[in-house]
């Protein structure tokens, strides 16, 4: 006999609901289901109105990002079977909404261009005229946030950001951090200006909601107690 799965959805359409409701959709559990692939099936077999985000199916794009059973995590790479009869699937939390799961992300990519997401490079090139090298050790420094994947998981569980609208939040820390601990990069002074700044990392109390809600296990956290600490260097030195 087989097991069936109840999915209860997050429904609106901001322009024709004036508040939200929740729909059920009963589906047939098969190995290997993930909550994305039962979202699809949901979408094409029963109910083509149903609005979400995703792209890769491989956990590399960020854009499956869904808040699952009261856990921010990639719809992609959650299995179904683990979560119950009955499985809660809403939209990323204190985001608009612009229909059912999928959100209006405008303001998280604003604090994340704020913070320079490049190489900056003061300096000429090599003679050579070849890449600007970076020994393995220096490269190891940077390992884990360059799997970054933009998902917004960190930055939507992050209880300073949902009340502080000017926060920079985790995700744009935590990129951030990426280049001010990254060999090769010469703006580090220009971005811990913008670290120290009220909206900035002294807004994180260290609750680590982010580390525990990033996919991808990054620690989120570390990094932006490193770039507190080279505020702090920076203003004793007086560099900033």
Excluded at 55 to 66: E, F, H, L
Excluded at 211 to 223: R, Y
Aim: charged residues 25%.
């Amino acid at each position: 006999m087989s097991q069936t799965v109840t999915l209860r959805i997050y429904r609106r359409d901001p322009d024709l609901d004036a508040a939200p409701k929740y729909q059920n959709y009963q589906i047939e559990l098969t190995p290997g289901l993930t909550v994305l692939m039962a979202l699809y099936h949901v979408l094409e077999n029963v109910d083509k109105t149903l609005a979400f985000r995703a792209s890769c199916r491989s956990a590399v794009c960020g854009s499956c990002g869904m808040h699952i059973n009261g856990k921010n995590m990639l719809a992609c790479e959650t299995q179904l079977a683990p979560l119950g009869n009955e499985v809660l699937i809403e939209p990323l939390p204190h985001l608009p909404v612009l229909k059912d799961l999928a959100v209006d992300m405008t303001r998280f990519w604003d604090k994340y261009e704020k913070v320079r997401p490049y190489l900056i490079a003061l300096k000429a090139p090599p003679p050579s005229g070849k890449e600007r090298l970076q020994s393995v050790e220096d490269r190891k420094k940077i390992d884990e946030f360059i799997d970054c994947i933009l998902c917004a998981c960190c930055h939507t569980s992050c209880s300073t950001a949902w009340w502080d609208k000017e926060y920079l939040g985790p995700a744009a820390l935590a990129k951030m951090y990426r280049f001010v601990a990254d060999s090769r990069d010469e703006g580090g002074a220009e971005r811990l200006q913008i670290a120290a700044r009220e909206d900035g990392v002294f807004r994180c109390h260290t609750i680590f909601n982010c580390t525990e809600e990033c996919p991808k296990k990054i620690p989120i956290t570390f990094g932006i107690q490193e770039i507190k600490k080279r505020v702090l260097w920076g203003k004793l030195a007086g560099r900033m």
